[in-house]
């Protein structure tokens, strides 16, 4: 089976399918691909608030501060946590959750976790979830903008310049990743490159949701799909009327916000607005969120280019979900509010969607996950943000990062790094000091 978790996901994590035979996940096949089904069992599971959410918070704290290395690893260390050593949950369910946040948009990680908080604790344990798993990170990129400046009088140039160059080496290695993995047919192919081009041309917010929603289209009437075999309830403690009352909030928040960010102006509206639709509107998490992000702070203003590529580099030393970047993003705004109020606002707004989403999906996943005309359609906006990832790979992320033939040298080998799994903090840690002696030379 195949989905939006796909995206960030093109080979099957490593410390999922650790242990004996008897220990690995019969139900869940991680595939790329949109032409294979997963067996399921047919009985539903028995699921129910078992914790408090204090528990949820404090087990989900200590994943926040030591899952690193993107939304690979951090799907393998809630599955050891969680399922291996704490049995919250049996694999089949575990393999359903991540099955579901396939299909949504937003961090897939972050909306696992929820999930998971949810069946602990209910609706109090999805939310402690989040603050646990998200709070490390975005405190420590929350410290990094009010140094940030400081940094630039103790440190060389040269070392803040090695962030915006690693970031062209992750970024890179996410495109590669994800085309292999998406893009296997010459459809698929046509699709990214067709929307890299849109993109480069057009460059902007909405050219993007154009694109996503052609390649939603183009996938439904172009990509065939195996029909998908017989799939596992999962008992929610939630009701339908709760979902019901969340997908309205999402949509009454995705159309009235633009209206009431325009009438207000520029402020904690505005701000609030931009992530929100960052947020709700990027398919795939993680890197994918990037050009987003950048044509809603950057374009207008908000946040300069340099800072924002020196975010974007620091956010890859973090461990925790990288849509925490916008807790920075928030806290070096150009206008008001930013600091750490900034930063709460953004990162509330670009993680409110998700949570919408999971609450509203649940409930309904059983009927949405044997949908083929749905799964072709996902297959093809999958090939759609490997284009859109690729054009960000230029511009914004080249474009800034790279100056110099030094620097494209540090960001090949940087690359190389990330290729051998070598961990991304080490990495960033390596480019910078690397920057720093180069431009120390120079």
């Not at 949109?34 to 204090?54: G, K, Q, T």
């Not at 109090?124 to 603050?131: L, N, S, Y």
């Not at 960052?278 to 207008?300: M, N, Q, R, S, T």
């Amino acid at each position: 089976m195949t989905g939006l978790w796909a995206i960030a996901l093109p080979a099957a994590p490593e410390g999922y399918t650790s242990g004996s035979p008897a220990q690995r996940p019969r139900a869940l096949v991680y595939s790329s691909g949109v032409d294979h089904a997963r067996p399921m069992s047919s009985a539903a599971p028995s699921v129910h608030p078992r914790a408090s959410a204090l528990e949820v918070l404090l087990v989900f704290l200590k994943l926040g501060l030591t899952s690193f290395g993107g939304p690979v690893a951090h799907i393998g260390f809630l599955r050891e946590e969680l399922v291996a050593r704490r049995r919250w949950l049996d694999e089949h369910t575990y393999a359903d959750l991540v099955a579901l946040c396939q299909f949504l948009p937003g961090p897939a990680s972050s909306q696992v976790g929820m999930s998971i908080g949810q069946l602990r604790a209910g609706i109090p344990g999805a939310i402690a979830a989040w603050v646990g798993f998200t709070a490390p990170s975005a405190i420590a990129l929350l410290l990094f903008a009010y140094g940030m400046h400081a940094l630039r009088d103790v440190l060389h140039e040269g070392v803040l310049h090695g962030l915006k160059v690693v970031t062209v080496a992750v970024v890179a290695q996410a495109v590669w990743a994800m085309g292999r993995a998406l893009c296997t047919d010459r459809t698929r192919v046509v699709i990214a490159g067709l929307a890299a081009g849109a993109c480069l041309w057009r460059p902007g917010s909405l050219t993007q949701v154009a694109v996503l929603l052609a390649a939603g289209v183009a996938g439904w009437r172009l990509l065939p799909v195996a029909a998908p075999a017989g799939a596992e309830a999962i008992a929610i403690p939630a009701g339908r009327s709760i979902a019901i009352a969340a997908w309205v909030g999402f949509f009454v928040l995705l159309l009235l916000l633009p209206v009431a960010a325009k009438l207000s102006g520029p402020g904690a509206l505005a701000m609030f607005d931009s992530f929100y639709r960052a947020g709700a509107l990027v398919f795939g998490g993680g890197h994918v969120v990037l050009p987003l992000l950048e044509a809603e702070v950057v374009a207008p203003g908000w946040v300069s280019r340099d800072d924002f590529l020196a975010g974007y580099g620091a956010a890859q030393a973090v461990p925790g979900p990288l849509f925490t970047f916008a807790a920075y993003l928030g806290a070096v705004m150009r206008v008001e509010p930013n600091g750490w109020v900034g930063s709460l606002l953004c990162l509330t707004a670009i993680f409110l969607p998700a949570f919408l989403l999971v609450l509203g999906a649940l409930p309904f996943w059983q009927q949405l996950r044997g949908n083929r005309s749905v799964r072709a359609a996902l297959a093809g906006i999958n090939a759609a943000v490997v284009g859109l990832l690729l054009a960000a790979l230029y511009d914004p992320v080249a474009v800034g990062g790279i100056t110099s033939v030094r620097d494209a040298a540090l960001a090949l080998a940087a690359f190389a790094l990330l290729w051998w799994r070598v961990a991304p903090w080490l990495v960033v840690l390596l480019t910078a000091a690397g920057s720093g002696m180069i431009y120390a030379v120079a």
